[in-house]
T-cell receptor, first 114, second 113 residues
Framework: DQQVKQNSPSLSVQEGRISILNCDYTNSMFDYFLWYKKYPAEGPTFLISISSIKDKNEDGRFTVFLNKSAKHLSLHIVPSQPGDSAVYFCAASARETSGSRLTFGEGTQLTVNP | SQTIHQWPATLVQPVGSPLSLECTVEGTSNPNLYWYRQAAGRGLQLLFYSVGIGQISSEVPQNLSASRPQDRQFILSSKKLLLSDSGFYLC????????????FGDGTRLSIL
């Protein structure tokens, strides 16, 4: 049962344009959502998060949008830079979950072309 | 500031050999600790988590075990490795408080021959 889904395995964007990465979830108990960035042979790096009481959170070039009714979140990167090329994972957790466990999607490979 | 260390970075082991991967966290106390595995081209699968010394929860049945002998030390072990144990193993920590992210180490690439 894949509770967090990233349906696009890859995305290619031109430098300077917007990158939009999407994520869907099925568990209505999820109330905290995160995006991580991962380079090859490294651990994921936390990027940005949002709690379910908000519908938008912004940090520099990164903005996360949450649509609870659609059980959908997205990460916008504007403007995209070649250094943004990496695998992006979305993750979610539920307040009542023991150990504050996260459930991850399978990732989207973003390639930003110069 | 908090840091997390994992070693070794890469490991090549024969089938049937034992395994011990170590993870330590500095700069925080009583963290939640996690072991994940990422198979090639896949997402992150949670293997074990711990909310305190000696407290280990397993997420999936497997050939591996975990231990937490000290507050900021988390060890992943196996008595006899299988080919299917190959993968990228990641340790992570969090404060355990609500609405806080997990922070990952740099991982161990394990290859079983």
């Amino acid at each position: 049962d894949q509770q967090v889904k990233q349906n696009s395995p890859s995305l290619s964007v031109q430098e300077g344009r917007i990158s939009i990465l999407n994520c869907d979830y099925t568990n209505s108990m999820f109330d905290y959502f995160l995006w991580y960035k991962k380079y090859p042979a490294e651990g994921p790096t936390f990027l940005i998060s949002i709690s379910s009481i908000k519908d938008k959170n912004e940090d520099g070039r990164f903005t996360v949008f949450l649509n609870k009714s659609a059980k959908h979140l997205s990460l916008h990167i504007v403007p995209s830079q070649p250094g943004d090329s990496a695998v992006y994972f979305c993750a979610a957790s539920a307040r009542e979950t023991s150990g504050s466990r996260l459930t991850f999607g399978e990732g989207t490979q973003l390639t930003v072309n110069p | 500031s908090q840091t997390i260390h994992q070693w070794p970075a890469t490991l090549v082991q024969p089938v049937g050999s034992p395994l011990s991967l170590e993870c330590t966290v500095e700069g925080t106390s009583n963290p939640n600790l996690y072991w994940y595995r990422q198979a090639a081209g896949r997402g992150l699968q949670l293997l074990f988590y711990s909310v305190g010394i000696g407290q280990i929860s397993s997420e999936v049945p497997q050939n591996l075990s975990a231990s937490r002998p000290q507050d900021r030390q988390f060890i992943l072990s196996s008595k006899k490795l299988l080919l299917s144990d190959s993968g990228f193993y990641l340790c992570a920590w969090s404060t355990g408080r609500q609405l806080q992210p997990q922070h990952f180490g740099d991982g161990t690439r394990l290859s079983i021959l």
